[in-house]
């Protein structure tokens, strides 16, 4: 099983700053098969980037996918009050899907 | 509009077997697998299994095999997750996902459904 490790846990930002989050595997994923999603308190979860890097419908250009192997980047520029929120990376191999275990961009 | 519908909430005490459902509107239900994601109280989120509502065709988790049961009617287009003794600690929000077409994410998310197992 592929075990996927968010960094850090928590990140305290202000409103306006950029956000990078890490999600890191511990085997080699396909680029195709990495997705991130944003939940906020007492919601679902929802898609914000597929294939590594690209947005989700209605998804705005301030969130960008990047990454390549073992190694992805989610990164959020100019955070805005409704961008904190718990962060998910996801991935899929073998007809298996794992989660990491979330990063929570929190208001500094 | 693609919608996944899930059941209500549920407050079960240990021993008692319980089914939830997903109702899958908006789309060609028999052509997406939906799966199911537990969230247990301030954790993250972990894939249970998935079924291809065509044929039934299922796949467990590893960490869920044996414990919950996945299945679906394709005729009212609606997906289960069941447990046959529910224990405490299955005490978790649970959603429905609907797997895209293409590359292997969940599209859609249905709202949860909120078990709670407590004596």
């Known amino acids: 099983e592929i075990v996927l490790t968010q960094s850090p846990g928590t990140l305290s930002l202000s409103p306006g700053e950029r956000a990078t989050l890490s999600c890191r595997a511990s085997q080699s994923v396909s680029s195709s098969y990495l997705a991130w999603y944003q939940q906020k308190p007492g919601q679902a979860p929802r898609l914000l980037i597929y294939?590594?890097?690209s947005r989700a419908t209605g998804i705005p250009d301030k969130f960008s996918g990047s990454g390549s192997g073992t190694d992805f980047t989610l990164a959020i520029s100019r955070l805005e009050p409704e961008d904190f929120a718990v962060y998910y990376c996801?991935?899929?191999?073998?007809?298996?899907?794992?989660f990491g275990q979330g990063t929570k961009v929190e208001i500094k | 509009e693609v919608q996944l519908v899930q059941s209500g909430a549920e407050v079960k005490k240990p021993g008692e077997s319980l089914k939830i459902s997903c109702k899958g509107s908006?789309?060609?239900?028999?052509?997406?697998?939906i799966g199911w994601v537990r969230q247990m109280p301030g954790k993250g989120l972990e894939w249970m299994g998935i079924i291809y509502p065509d044929d039934s065709d299922t796949r467990y988790s590893p960490s869920f095999q044996g414990q919950v049961t996945i299945s679906a009617d394709k005729s009212i287009t609606t997906a289960y997750l069941q447990w046959s003794s529910l224990k405490a600690s299955d005490t978790a929000m649970y959603y429905c996902?609907?797997?895209?077409?293409?590359?292997?994410?969940?599209?859609?998310w249905g709202q949860g459904t909120l078990v709670t197992v407590s004596s």
């Open positions: 294939g590594a890097s």
């Open positions: 908006g789309y060609s239900f028999t052509s997406y697998l």
């Open positions: 996801q991935q899929y191999g073998s007809f298996q899907w794992t």
């Open positions: 996902v609907r797997r895209s077409a293409t590359y292997y994410y969940f599209d859609y």
